[in-house]
C-alpha cells in the first residue's frame, strides 16, 4: 500500500464530525486590513521557514530543500492583493493546499531552479513535485518550549500536592460530617482518590452553611474544586493543524503521493509531526482531550484547530538560535501606517539521525 492509499483509508476512517471531505469548502473571507499582529506573526513564520530551509541544505549533501508554497509579501490593503488572494483561494481548490517547503534528491530537481520553485509555472511544477520525498508544512510559535514546560511541571505539581493535600485535610477532619447519608458520596469521592486518577475527579461545589464546620468544609470542596480546575488546563504547547487545512492538505496528497509533514518551530528548538500520524489519532474518538485537543482559534476567525503535543513528533532541531528582531514600518493607502517586527539571523541545528529518518535513507545518504 503506498502513501496516498495509507492516507486515503485513514481519511475515510476519521469522524465526518471532524473532517468531512462531502461537505464544500467554504472560501475564507478576504482581509480588508491588515493588522500590526497578523503581519509579525507572517514574518515570523517567514523567518522560521527560512532557517528550516537553510539547516536542511547546510545538513544534507544528496537532497536539497526548496521553497514551494503560494506566498506573496504583499498585506491587506495594499495593491495586488485581492488578486493573490483570489488565486490562492481558486489553487486550493485545484491542488489542495501547498507545503511550504519541499525536499527533493538532487538528481530529481533542475539544478538551475535554485531553492525557491514557488513562483513557477503550474505546468513544470507537476513534471517535478511528485518526485519530492517530503512537504513541509512550517508553523512558528513564539515561545521557548523548554521554559514553557518547565513552568507547566511546576504548575502541575504545585496544584496536584495542593489537591491531595485538601483531600487528606477533608478526610480527616471532616470525617464524621461526611459520614451523614446526604453527604456520603462526598466521602466515597475522597476515598479513591490517588495522584494518578486526581485529573479525573469532579464534584459539585457544596453550598453548606449550617454550622461554621460545614462553612469551612464547603470552603476546602471549594479550594479543590479550583485546584482541580488548573489542573485540567492543557498544559503543553502543541502543533496546530486547522481542520480546514487537514481537507486541502488532503487533496494535495492524493494529486502527489509526497509524504506531508508539519514542523512547529519555536524560539529554542523545533518538533516535527507527520500528517499521517495526526489522522491516526483523530480515527480514535478515545484520543480526544488526551492525545489531542480540538478548539476554536480565536486569532483566526474561530476556526477549529487540532492541538497535538509535540511529544507526539520527533525533535527535528534540538537547538535554535534566536533572531534578531527590528521595528519595520509599511505605509498603507489613505496614509495608514503599519508598524510590525521583522527577524533576520538566527538558525536551526538539526539532528541529522532525524532528518535522515524523515527522508528514509542512512545518515551517509543525507
Not at 247 to 252: A, D, F, G, I
Not at 253 to 268: A, L
Not at 301 to 323: C, F, M, R, S
Amino acid at each position: 500500500m503506498n502513501y496516498r492509499e495509507r492516507i486515503t483509508r485513514l481519511m475515510e476512517q476519521v469522524p465526518s464530525t471532524l473532517v468531512d471531505l462531502a461537505a464544500e469548502r467554504q472560501p475564507s473571507r478576504i482581509p480588508t486590513q491588515a493588522s500590526s499582529e497578523f503581519t509579525t506573526n507572517r514574518e515570523q513564520g517567514d523567518w522560521a521557514e527560512k532557517i528550516l530551509l537553510d539547516a536542511i541544505n547546510q545538513t544534507a549533501q544528496r537532497h536539497v530543500a526548496v521553497r514551494y508554497g503560494m506566498s506573496d509579501s504583499r498585506v491587506a490593503g495594499e495593491e495586488g492583493f485581492r488578486a493573490f488572494f483570489e488565486a490562492f483561494q481558486q489553487e486550493l481548490d485545484e491542488i489542495g493546499k501547498r507545503p511550504d517547503l519541499l525536499i527533493f534528491r538532487r538528481e530529481d530537481l533542475p539544478a538551475d531552479w535554485g531553492t525557491d520553485i514557488s513562483q513557477r509555472p503550474r505546468t513544470e511544477l507537476d513534471a517535478v513535485v511528485g518526485k519530492a520525498v517530503a512537504g513541509l508544512e512550517v508553523r512558528s510559535s513564539a515561545f521557548l518550549s523548554k521554559r514553557y514546560d518547565d513552568a507547566m511541571r511546576t504548575r502541575t505539581q504545585h496544584y496536584t500536592a495542593r489537591a491531595l493535600e485538601l483531600v487528606a485535610h477533608l478526610t480527616t477532619e471532616y470525617a464524621d460530617i461526611l459520614a451523614i447519608p446526604s453527604r456520603q458520596p462526598y466521602a466515597d469521592l475522597l476515598a479513591g482518590v490517588t495522584s494518578e486518577n486526581i485529573k479525573i475527579m469532579d464534584f459539585k461545589r457544596p453550598v453548606w452553611r449550617s454550622s461554621p464546620r460545614l462553612v469551612e468544609a464547603a470552603q476546602a470542596f471549594s479550594e479543590l474544586k479550583t485546584a482541580l480546575t488548573e489542573l485540567r488546563k492543557r498544559d503543553f504547547l502543541s502543533i496546530t493543524p486547522k481542520v480546514e487545512d487537514l481537507r486541502v492538505v488532503y487533496q494535495w496528497v492524493q494529486m502527489y503521493n509526497v509524504p506531508h509533514y508539519y514542523v512547529q518551530v519555536f524560539f529554542d528548538q523545533a518538533y516535527i509531526l507527520s500528517y499521517e500520524h495526526i489522522l491516526t489519532l483523530l480515527t480514535d474518538p478515545d484520543n480526544e482531550d488526551s492525545r489531542f485537543f480540538t478548539e476554536a482559534d480565536v486569532k483566526n476567525q474561530q476556526k477549529t484547530t487540532i492541538k497535538i503535543n509535540p511529544q507526539e513528533g520527533n525533535v527535528l532541531a534540538a537547538d535554535i538560535a534566536e533572531p534578531t528582531h527590528a521595528s519595520r514600518r509599511k505605509e498603507l493607502q489613505r496614509g495608514r501606517l503599519l508598524y510590525y517586527v521583522t527577524f533576520t539571523d538566527g538558525a536551526a541545528h538539526l539532528d541529522p539521525t532525524a532528518l535522515a529518518e524523515l527522508l528514509h535513507v542512512a545518515p551517509d545518504d543525507l
